[in-house]
């Protein structure tokens, strides 16, 4: 089992940052992870993932070129960096992870933490 905790959210106006964290307890190190949001009425969807010895990540499209994702072995921890924020980033985030990235990707993963709310005020 792997317990994953977000932390890092809250309300910022346009154009400013947030940092997401998510916590993860047990085995990290082999496990890909990603951020997901969820707006209200919308589907839930990729944010970004990052493999499991962080040399790759993947955005969505709509994130690209603002929101970075890292990982930390030694804290067991994995962020997101959110730059240049928009109202239409206001979501729920959720940290999600697998022993494959394309599972990430595929918003397939077997763990799955419990959210934090994101709020861009225009």
């Known amino acids: 089992q792997v317990q994953l905790v977000e932390s890092g959210g809250g309300l910022v106006q346009a154009g400013g940052s947030l940092r997401l964290s998510c916590a993860a307890r047990?085995?990290?190190?082999?496990?890909?992870m990603g951020w997901f949001r969820q707006a209200p009425g919308k589907e839930r969807e990729l944010v970004a993932a990052?493999?499991?010895?962080?040399?790759?990540?993947y955005y969505s499209d709509s994130v690209k070129g603002r929101f970075t994702i890292d990982r930390s072995k030694a804290k067991n921890t994995v962020y997101l960096q959110m730059n240049s924020l928009k109202p239409e980033d206001t979501a729920v985030y959720y940290c999600?992870?697998?022993?494959?990235?394309?599972?990430?990707?595929?918003?397939?993963?077997?763990?799955w933490g419990q959210g934090t709310q994101v709020t861009v005020s225009s």
């Open positions: 999600a992870a697998d022993s494959l990235v394309r599972t990430v990707v595929n918003g397939n993963s077997d763990y």
């Open positions: 990052i493999t499991e010895s962080g040399d790759d990540t």
């Open positions: 047990r085995t990290f190190n082999i496990y890909a």
